[in-house]
C-alpha cells in the first residue's frame, strides 16, 4: 500500500501516554492515510527483552507484511530489524525524504519541535542532518 501509514495498537497508547504528559503529540483520528492495525500473530514474534510495546509491535507486523518499511529510532530495535533484514528508516530520514519529495518545506522546524517534546539528538546529528537537507541552522 504505496502512501499509506499502519500503526500499531501499541503505539497508539504510548501517543496517549505522552500526550497526558502534556507532550504535543498529534492524534491520528481522522486521518485518511492512517491504518490501526495489531499484529495478528504476536505469540509467532517473541517479546524482545529491552523493546518497548511499540517498536515489538512494529517489528511483529512488519514481519507480517513482507516488504513493509518501518519507522524506527530506537537503536535496539533498529539492531532487531536489521538482523531479521527488515527494511528501515528513522525519523529525520523519513523528513529527509519528505521534503526531497516535496511534502515538506523544510526539515528544521520539524526538527526543533521533535527537540522541543523530548527527541534526543546530538548536534553533530543535528548539524548534519540540516546540511543533507539543504539548510542551515541559523535559516
Known amino acids: 500500500m504505496t502512501g499509506h501509514v499502519i500503526v500499531p495498537a501499541a503505539v497508539l497508547v504510548e501517543l496517549e501516554e505522552g500526550r497526558s ?56 530495535a533498529r ?24 511534502f515538506l518545506a523544510a526539515v528544521r522546524p520539524c526538527v526543533d519541535q521533535l527537540q522541543l517534546n523530548g527527541f534526543r539528538l546530538a548536534t553533530q546529528t543535528r548539524a548534519a542532518v540540516l546540511k543533507l537537507a539543504g539548510e542551515r541552522e541559523d535559516e
Open 79 to 102: 539492531r532487531v530489524a536489521q538482523s531479521r533484514q527488515i527494511p528501515l528508516i528513522g525519523t529525520l530520514g523519513l523528513l529527509h525524504e519528505a521534503k526531497r519529495t516535496g
Open 21 to 76: 504528559r502534556g507532550v504535543d503529540l498529534p492524534s491520528l483520528d481522522g486521518l485518511a492515510w492512517v491504518t490501526i492495525r495489531t499484529p495478528v500473530g504476536g505469540s509467532v514474534t517473541p517479546p524482545i527483552v529491552g523493546l518497548g510495546p511499540g517498536e515489538t509491535q512494529v517489528l511483529a507486523l512488519a514481519l507480517e507484511m513482507p516488504g513493509a518499511v518501518v519507522v524506527l529510532d530506537d537503536a535496539r
